[in-house]
């Protein structure tokens, strides 16, 4: 299933050539980055990814509900889904265990808001729990990303976060929570110390905000 958008600036799917410009930057910056036709197919590759018996957190991601990975994350057969254990969890008495379980998965699946060709990744974050398993707390993190989400620059980043990411998130949690969303909390990955720890899997087409 795929998300179908407005055809604007910030929706349209990367050219071959800007895809392939994305891929060398990031592979120059420790991380590896593939690139797939369907969600079916990196779906697929994400869940061959996973070591058996690993404690997996998938953050919050439209995308990854989409392709239908969420769903498997949190109901899986030869690995631990770290987000069931936190729904087991009261998030008032055990708020301090919540935050605990979440800071340190063995894998983070998940994605981002924004990719540039010069390989920084942009993720946006009203709370935040995501970001600190994405930047130093999880063994391996893998984003999956619609090419849709690949700007030329930084700049480009920033402004597909406020004027494209953002108000679509709102919309989302306010008919979910009852209020919009905000961007408290910004992530960038300029490069990755340990290569191999992060994966990109990019797929052509349009899936996520």
Do not use: C
Not at 13 to 36: N, P
Not at 75 to 93: G, I, K
């Amino acid at each position: 299933m795929a998300t179908f958008l407005a055809d604007t600036e910030f929706t349209q799917l990367a050219s071959e050539e800007q895809i392939a410009k994305t891929i060398q930057a990031l592979e120059a910056h420790g991380m590896r980055a593939v690139v797939f036709e369907t969600g079916e197919e990196a779906r697929k590759y994400v869940l061959d990814l996973i070591p058996s018996g690993a404690e997996v957190y998938n953050s919050p991601s439209r995308t990854l509900e989409l392709i239908g990975l969420a769903e498997n994350i949190e109901h899986p057969t030869r690995f631990q889904s770290v987000r069931a254990q936190l729904h087991s969890l009261d998030r008032v008495t055990q708020r301090n265990e919540m935050r605990k379980l979440g800071a340190s998965p063995d894998v983070l699946v998940g994605s981002v808001h924004a990719i540039t060709e010069q390989g920084e990744v942009l993720i946006a974050s009203a709370v935040g729990s995501q970001l600190g398993p994405a930047a130093s707390g999880a063994g391996a993190v893998i984003w999956v990303v619609g090419t849709h989400k690949l700007v030329h620059t930084l700049e480009d980043g920033f402004r597909r976060i406020r004027e494209h990411s953002l108000p679509l998130e709102s919309e989302r949690t306010q008919q979910v929570y009852g209020q919009a969303s905000a961007i408290n909390k910004l992530l960038i990955v300029n490069a990755e110390a340990y290569p191999g720890r992060i994966t990109i899997v990019l797929i052509k087409q349009q899936l996520g905000f």
